[in-house]
């Protein structure tokens, strides 16, 4: 449109300044731009009409920003500044460029046209040039001398298109005249910066060739590690106790926990046993402000033990107070929660399920403060076990861990993994689902908030302070197995009970609501406890076969008397359900207690059914057991040899390692630890200590007195400890460098345990032993001795079929692999493969920082998408480090397609030597490759911030729906409860409910039938159910800033197939 001989450009109606330049431009001799900054954007959208022009002069302000600008107004700036701000912009331009091969082209063109002199740049420095002006020269005799492009639009592609703008075509001579004029004043007064710009590309840009392989593996392990190499390694305000030992690797590991305190809300402290996280712990809270709550067994709790946790925090001088987990659901009205900043939780693994009581007290108290889980296996084989101890510090629906606003969708999608592949007929595709979920458990949340490093780790990336501390770790040997030899008849006995145990019997006496004729008598709760009953009562005859005999005879004993006392009465009309104590009846369960379990049975008399209430298998089913029951209580009637108890005692008598070494040996059952103390006093001129759930505080003290290193006041009355499963967590007897596992540890986490007992820091013994019992046959061959055991144990497992499962505590183990994890030293130790560790890539950089600054310097100043090559024996492919905030991922690309990969993975594929040569870059299939692993990325951080605010599978719907039904009735509350409705709301979306307080909530709504209409009352019921504490925010959401990010390409290796010269 022309209006007084002007033309206006606006980027509007298909009318863009870019398409504008290349007709004018096509016919330009010498063009000349004057800019606030010259944009290489707009540069490579023109540079084919360009080719033609002989001479491109461009001048530039040397910034647009506030800060230039009052620099200049101070100053007149040096040429030297002016070209360190210049140099500035470009990188900036350039790390910020599209990533694309015209981008590359268009650059290095443009690098090229100003060695050739045929482009030349300077620098304006007098004043804060904002003008925008192009000078278009034509050649002699064209339709005249030139044109003026004046306006708004920079030389960048939002500029020449993108943007609305406001531009002016001038065609008069005159205009052309003075802008020219103008122009060649202004330029004699610039700085040349042609030479700077090309110094700048070439050392400071992603475009350099000359970043070698080895350059861009420390570039990787810098940008990975850069925040614990800002980690000062200086702990403040801290009292350490009197002989001391100042550890790095504990000070570490104190450092990272303070700094996820503070991002997430809580950290899981999980070295591995006997590395002293008590200690740790306590440092930690030294360097936290507020008041401390710990959370911890009783015998953790007890001052009489020199390790527990008050006598640590004595120790340190902190403000703290302790109480027993048993003790949770008393806490909130004994204490006021508002003096604590800090809750510390040991042996956290105990609270892998959220819907019981203790479960919910705890999320209350945690609610708002900062959260220390202490557990060496917080995370057995679910992913819920993990799941429900992050819940007590981050929401589970928009939590602030990067990448996974979504946590209950992230474990939820894990748990259907496993649970479509059938374990039976699949068992090792099912182990390698549980490896996957557990890796990317690491990588995608606890790699955030947890500490966690073995002893393999700390004696070798530790060295150096371990030996300065005079401090070494005891060699653990490798388990021995101990077989005791059935004979004949004892072997077809002992085979023929586990078959009996498994096949035979129904459990009918201890599921009885299972047979009733009305199935509405009975909720889908009671029937999934009844169900648990049978497989529970079953799997305790199971161990306690493998126990000992005296304990195995003794509990069907009872079992023979308590289906005799049933039967009875069933055979009058009556039949007597326990209901009432069914979760007390669970802790006797697991406590191995069968006799008070019995007892409480028999006890709760308050829920009666007729016999004709049941169907009629019920009796057959009843009278089928006790048959088979008599019949194992025959059998075992005849058997008067116990060859387990003799090759103990044996062992004890003639082993060089355990003949007059303090032992400790470990069994489930109380009556087997009492069997094995007269036998072994009988035999051998030894007292023997035992302990069990049941003993007393003097007997506990006894214990430390004679097999606690750390105690005062050291007694040598026992030589031989004999405990149950009690004893496997929170005291120390270290006096012993002996574990004997009496009975067959099905879980192998519980034989890590039982070994972190004695593998302590501070241990005076150099080597540490576990021995295991297995049943065997008679025989003269060690091979044959051992394929018998190994045959026993796959027995077991296998007749219990999806029962084994309750044996082995949800361990997912094949029935021939449980033999080999109980005979590996990993299996006591916890240690993964050191090799793996990604401390081995951290001492590395901390190394070149330390020894080679000149190196770390330069690695450090490498720029944003830095990339480099090397060579590779298969196929072409790229690997690629993204990052979007705290998100950091790392990806490979092959074959059209983009695979994550964790850190290890990147670091092996990265890792190079120092003289590694750089091969030529195949540009094209590099951005082809990098673009697939960008879309890659953002692809699965847009999933996730999608999928955020999605309901998960409890009963958050539900009860909205009620919030929903009240707010409809919105004039009949108050302002008060008006807020109490908005701030569920809000905790229901975030996922802040526990699942009991939900179901809580319903059975309340429940309760109210016909009057949950009425919008007072249901409000009232679901207030009643809710502590106002869980209404709080966790400690995270306080910090939690939900910015913007860009996606970030930190660096790229392509590998180029062929071979190192």
Same mark, same amino acid.
């Given at each position: 449109?022309?209006?007084?001989? *002007?033309?206006?450009?606006?980027?509007?109606?298909?009318?863009?300044?870019?398409?504008?330049?290349?007709?004018?431009?096509?016919?330009?001799?010498?063009?000349?731009?004057?800019?606030?900054?010259?944009?290489?954007?707009?540069?490579?959208?023109?540079?084919?009409?360009?080719?033609?022009?002989?001479?491109?002069?461009?001048?530039?302000?040397?910034?647009?920003?506030?800060?230039?600008?009052?620099?200049?107004?101070?100053?007149?700036?040096?040429?030297?500044?002016?070209?360190?701000?210049?140099?500035?912009?470009?990188?900036?331009?350039?790390?910020?460029?599209?990533?694309?091969?015209?981008?590359?082209?268009?650059?290095?063109?443009?690098?090229?046209?100003?060695?050739?002199?045929?482009?030349?740049?300077?620098?304006?420095?007098?004043?804060?040039?904002?003008?925008?002006?192009?000078?278009?020269?034509?050649?002699?005799?064209?339709?005249?001398?030139?044109?003026?492009?004046?306006?708004?639009?920079?030389?960048?592609?939002?500029?020449?298109?993108?943007?609305?703008?406001?531009?002016?075509?001038?065609?008069?001579?005159?205009?052309?005249?003075?802008?020219?004029?103008?122009?060649?004043?202004?330029?004699?007064?610039?700085?040349?910066?042609?030479?700077?710009?090309?110094?700048?590309?070439?050392?400071?840009?992603?475009?350099?060739?000359?970043?070698?392989?080895?350059?861009?593996?420390?570039?990787?392990?810098?940008?990975?590690?850069?925040?614990?190499?800002?980690?000062?390694?200086?702990?403040?305000?801290?009292?350490?106790?009197?002989?001391?030992?100042?550890?790095?690797?504990?000070?570490?590991?104190?450092?990272?926990?303070?700094?996820?305190?503070?991002?997430?809300?809580?950290?899981?402290?999980?070295?591995?046993?006997?590395?002293?996280?008590?200690?740790?712990?306590?440092?930690?809270?030294?360097?936290?402000?507020?008041?401390?709550?710990?959370?911890?067994?009783?015998?953790?709790?007890?001052?009489?033990?020199?390790?527990?946790?008050?006598?640590?925090?004595?120790?340190?001088?902190?403000?703290?107070?302790?109480?027993?987990?048993?003790?949770?659901?008393?806490?909130?009205?004994?204490?006021?929660?508002?003096?604590?900043?800090?809750?510390?939780?040991?042996?956290?693994?105990?609270?892998?399920?959220?819907?019981?009581?203790?479960?919910?007290?705890?999320?209350?108290?945690?609610?708002?403060?900062?959260?220390?889980?202490?557990?060496?296996?917080?995370?057995?084989?679910?992913?819920?076990?993990?799941?429900?101890?992050?819940?007590?510090?981050?929401?589970?629906?928009?939590?602030?861990?990067?990448?996974?606003?979504? *946590?209950?969708?992230?474990?939820?999608?894990?748990?259907?993994?496993?649970?479509?592949?059938?374990?039976?007929?699949?068992?090792?595709?099912?182990?390698?689902?549980?490896?996957?979920?557990?890796?990317?458990?690491?990588?995608?949340?606890?790699?955030?908030?947890?500490?966690?490093?073995?002893?393999?780790?700390?004696?070798?990336?530790?060295?150096?302070?371990?030996?300065?501390?005079?401090?070494?770790?005891?060699?653990?040997?490798?388990?021995?197995?101990?077989?005791?030899?059935?004979?004949?008849?004892?072997?077809?006995?002992?085979?023929?009970?586990?078959?009996?145990?498994?096949?035979n019997i129904s459990y009918a006496r201890y599921t009885p609501l299972l047979y009733l004729k009305d199935p509405k008598q009975v909720t889908h709760l009671e029937l999934s406890g009844q169900k648990n009953m049978g497989t529970f009562m079953k799997v305790l005859l199971i161990k306690r076969l493998e126990s000992s005999f005296y304990a195995f005879k003794l509990t069907i004993k009872r079992f023979v008397g308590a289906y005799k006392k049933f039967i009875k009465e069933f055979s009058k009309g009556n039949v007597y359900l326990s209901k009432k104590y069914s979760n007390k009846i669970f802790e006797y369960i697991e406590e191995e207690n069968d006799e008070a379990i019995q007892s409480l049975i028999d006890q709760d008399k308050a829920q009666k059914y007729s016999k004709e209430e049941f169907v009629e298998d019920f009796g057959n089913k009843l009278a089928n057991d006790y048959r088979t029951l008599c019949q194992i209580k025959r059998m075992w009637d005849g058997i008067k040899n116990d060859p387990k108890i003799k090759k103990l005692i044996t062992e004890l008598a003639t082993n060089k390692i355990l003949k007059?070494?303090?032992?400790?040996?470990?069994?489930?059952?109380?009556?087997?630890?009492?069997?094995?103390?007269?036998?072994?006093?009988?035999?051998?001129?030894?007292?023997?200590?035992?302990?069990?759930?049941?003993?007393?505080?003097?007997?506990?003290?006894?214990?430390?007195?004679?097999?606690?290193?750390?105690?005062?006041?050291?007694?040598?009355?026992?030589?031989?400890l004999v405990s149950t499963d009690i004893l496997s967590e929170g005291v120390n007897l270290h006096r012993s460098n002996i574990i004997i596992n009496y009975d067959i540890p099905w879980n192998p986490t519980k034989m890590m345990q039982r070994a972190g007992r004695i593998n302590r820091i501070d241990t005076k013994f150099s080597d540490l032993y576990v021995f295991n019992f297995f049943p065997t046959r008679q025989s003269n061959d060690q091979i044959q001795l051992q394929e018998i055991a190994q045959a026993k144990i796959n027995a077991f497992l296998t007749l219990l079929g999806d029962d084994a499962a309750v044996l082995t505590?949800?361990?997912?183990?094949?029935?021939?692999?449980?033999?080999?994890?109980?005979?590996?030293?990993?299996?006591?130790?916890?240690?993964?493969?050191?090799?793996?560790?990604?401390?081995?890539?951290?001492?590395?950089?901390?190394?070149?920082?330390?020894?080679?600054?000149?190196?770390?310097?330069?690695?450090?100043?490498?720029?944003?998408?830095?990339?480099?090559?090397?060579?590779?024996?298969?196929?072409?492919?790229?690997?690629?480090?993204?990052?979007?905030?705290?998100?950091?991922?790392?990806?490979?690309?092959?074959?059209?397609?983009?695979?994550?990969?964790?850190?290890?993975?990147?670091?092996?594929?990265?890792?190079?030597?120092?003289?590694?040569?750089?091969?030529?870059?195949?540009?094209?299939?590099?951005?082809?490759?990098?673009?697939?692993?960008?879309?890659?990325?953002?692809?699965?951080?847009?999933?996730?911030?999608?999928?955020?605010?999605?309901?998960?599978?409890?009963?958050?719907?539900?009860?909205?729906?009620?919030?929903?039904?009240?707010?409809?009735?919105?004039?009949?509350?108050?302002?008060?409860?008006?807020?109490?409705?908005?701030?569920?709301?809000?905790?229901?979306?975030?996922?802040?409910?526990?699942?009991?307080?939900?179901?809580?909530?319903?059975?309340?709504?429940?309760?109210?039938?016909?009057?949950?209409?009425?919008?007072?009352?249901?409000?009232?019921?679901?207030?009643?159910?809710?502590?106002?504490?869980?209404?709080?925010?966790?400690?995270?959401?306080?910090?939690?800033?939900?910015?913007?990010?860009?996606?970030?390409?930190?660096?790229?290796?392509?590998?180029?197939?062929?071979?190192?010269?």
């Open positions: 449109m022309l209006i007084n001989d *002007l033309t206006f450009i606006t980027n509007q109606n298909g009318q863009s300044l870019l398409e504008r330049f290349k007709v004018l431009i096509k016919d330009t001799e010498f063009f000349d731009c004057l800019v606030g900054y010259f944009y290489i954007s707009g540069f490579y959208k023109l540079y084919e009409p360009l080719e033609k022009t002989k001479q491109i002069r461009i001048l530039i302000g040397i910034d647009t920003d506030q800060q230039t600008y009052d620099l200049i107004k101070q100053l007149y700036l040096s040429n030297v500044k002016v070209k360190e701000i210049y140099s500035r912009q470009v990188i900036d331009e350039i790390e910020n460029s599209q990533d694309t091969q015209e981008t590359e082209n268009g650059i290095k063109l443009f690098k090229e046209w100003l060695k050739s002199e045929k482009i030349q740049i300077r620098a304006y420095p007098e004043k804060n040039l904002h003008a925008k002006l192009y000078i278009m020269t034509f050649t002699e005799g064209d339709r005249d001398r030139g044109r003026i492009i004046t306006g708004s639009s920079n030389f960048s592609y939002s500029g020449l298109v993108d943007n609305l703008e406001f531009n002016v075509e001038l065609k008069n001579a005159s205009d052309y005249e003075f802008a020219k004029e103008k122009f060649n004043q202004l330029w004699e007064s610039a700085i040349d910066i042609s030479e700077d710009y090309i110094n700048t590309v070439i050392r400071k840009t992603w475009l350099r060739d000359d970043i070698t392989p080895y350059e861009l593996y420390l570039k990787f392990l810098y940008e990975y590690f850069k925040r614990d190499l800002e980690e000062t390694n200086e702990l403040y305000n801290l009292e350490l106790p009197d002989d001391f030992r100042d550890f790095e690797y504990q000070k570490q590991a104190v450092l990272n926990a303070k700094r996820i305190l503070e991002e997430y809300g809580g950290v899981f402290l999980s070295d591995v046993v006997g590395l002293g996280k008590t200690y740790m712990a306590a440092m930690l809270a030294s360097q936290l402000d507020g008041r401390t709550l710990i959370l911890a067994s009783p015998v953790l709790i007890d001052s009489t033990n020199p390790g527990s946790w008050p006598n640590v925090f004595r120790d340190f001088n902190l403000k703290f107070d302790a109480e027993s987990i048993g003790q949770i659901k008393n806490i909130t009205g004994k204490y006021n929660l508002e003096k604590y900043k800090n809750i510390i939780i040991d042996e956290s693994h105990r609270f892998r399920t959220e819907t019981t009581i203790s479960y919910e007290h705890l999320s209350e108290i945690c609610r708002g403060k900062r959260v220390i889980l202490v557990s060496a296996t917080p995370y057995n084989n679910s992913p819920k076990d993990i799941f429900s101890q992050i819940a007590l510090f981050q929401n589970k629906r928009k939590s602030t861990i990067p990448g996974l606003p979504n *946590l209950e969708g992230f474990f939820n999608k894990l748990e259907d993994n496993l649970n479509k592949i059938n374990k039976k007929e699949n068992f090792q595709e099912y182990i390698k689902m549980v490896e996957e979920n557990a890796r990317q458990i690491r990588e995608k949340v606890l790699k955030y908030i947890m500490i966690r490093r073995t002893r393999s780790e700390i004696e070798k990336y530790f060295k150096e302070d371990l030996e300065k501390n005079k401090l070494r770790f005891p060699q653990v040997n490798d388990p021995q197995a101990l077989f005791y030899e059935l004979d004949e008849k004892e072997d077809n006995v002992f085979d023929s009970t586990i078959k009996l145990l498994t096949q007059n070494k303090k032992v400790i040996i470990f069994t489930e059952s109380q009556e087997t630890a009492r069997y094995l103390k007269d036998k072994i006093e009988e035999s051998q001129n030894d007292k023997v200590l035992v302990f069990s759930s049941s003993s007393s505080e003097d007997i506990k003290k006894t214990v430390i007195e004679n097999f606690d290193a750390k105690v005062k006041n050291k007694k040598d009355e026992y030589r031989i505590e949800d361990e997912p183990i094949g029935s021939h692999e449980l033999f080999g994890k109980l005979t590996s030293k990993s299996t006591i130790t916890g240690e993964d493969d050191p090799e793996n560790s990604e401390l081995k890539y951290l001492s590395l950089i901390q190394d070149i920082r330390k020894n080679n600054t000149v190196l770390f310097e330069k690695i450090k100043k490498l720029p944003k998408k830095a990339r480099s090559v090397k060579y590779c024996k298969q196929q072409d492919f790229l690997v690629t480090y993204l990052r979007k905030g705290k998100i950091e991922k790392f990806y490979c690309a092959k074959d059209n397609e983009s695979n994550e990969i964790d850190f290890i993975e990147t670091a092996k594929l990265l890792e190079s030597t120092v003289d590694e040569k750089r091969p030529s870059m195949p540009i094209k299939d590099f951005f082809d490759l990098l673009n697939l692993n960008k879309d890659k990325f953002s692809n699965a951080v847009e999933t996730q911030d999608e999928n955020s605010s999605k309901m998960g599978r409890d009963k958050s719907k539900e009860v909205m729906k009620y919030l929903k039904f009240i707010n409809s009735k919105r004039a009949s509350l108050t302002d008060t409860q008006e807020d109490f409705v908005r701030k569920l709301k809000k905790k229901l979306e975030e996922g802040a409910i526990p699942k009991g307080i939900l179901s809580t909530i319903i059975k309340s709504v429940e309760i109210l039938k016909k009057q949950a209409s009425d919008p007072l009352k249901l409000l009232g019921s679901i207030q009643h159910a809710v502590p106002e504490r869980l209404l709080m925010d966790h400690y995270a959401q306080n910090s939690f800033e939900n910015e913007s990010y860009k996606t970030e390409v930190i660096l790229s290796m392509y590998f180029k197939r062929g071979l190192n010269e």
